[in-house]
């Protein structure tokens, strides 16, 4: 007795893209945003009241001591460049 042969269809899903934003900038025309710049960790020794200032004025402020460091560096290389 001879057996026919079984042909099972498996769907196999397309693919996803491996670059979105790349299909995002061909489609709507919108360049891609560029990466982060990477960063490196800063340390600095203060005085304990000075560091208690600080930490103060940035909680005030709704924001960290990294977001304050950064900003105001920023500005001051900026204005001395």
Same mark, same amino acid.
């Given at each position: 007795?001879? *057996?026919?042969? @079984?042909?099972? !269809? %498996?769907? %196999?899903?397309?693919?996803?893209?491996?670059?979105?934003?790349?299909?995002?900038?061909?489609?709507?025309?919108?360049?891609? $945003? $560029?990466?982060? /710049?990477? *960063? @490196?960790? &800063? !340390? @600095?020794? &203060?005085?304990? !009241? &000075?560091?208690?200032q600080l930490? =103060?004025?940035? @909680? $005030?402020?709704? *924001? *960290? %001591?990294? /977001?304050?460091v950064t =900003?105001?560096l920023r /500005?001051? &290389?900026?204005?001395? $460049?």
């Amino acid at each position: 007795m001879a *057996t026919k042969p @079984v042909h099972k !269809s %498996i769907p %196999i899903p397309l693919k996803p893209s491996a670059a979105p934003a790349a299909d995002a900038w061909v489609q709507d025309g919108t360049a891609p $945003a $560029a990466p982060p /710049e990477r *960063t @490196v960790r &800063l !340390s @600095v020794d &203060l005085p304990r !009241s &000075l560091h208690r200032q600080l930490k =103060t004025y940035a @909680v $005030a402020r709704d *924001t *960290t %001591i990294q /977001e304050l460091v950064t =900003t105001w560096l920023r /500005e001051h &290389l900026a204005g001395n $460049a």
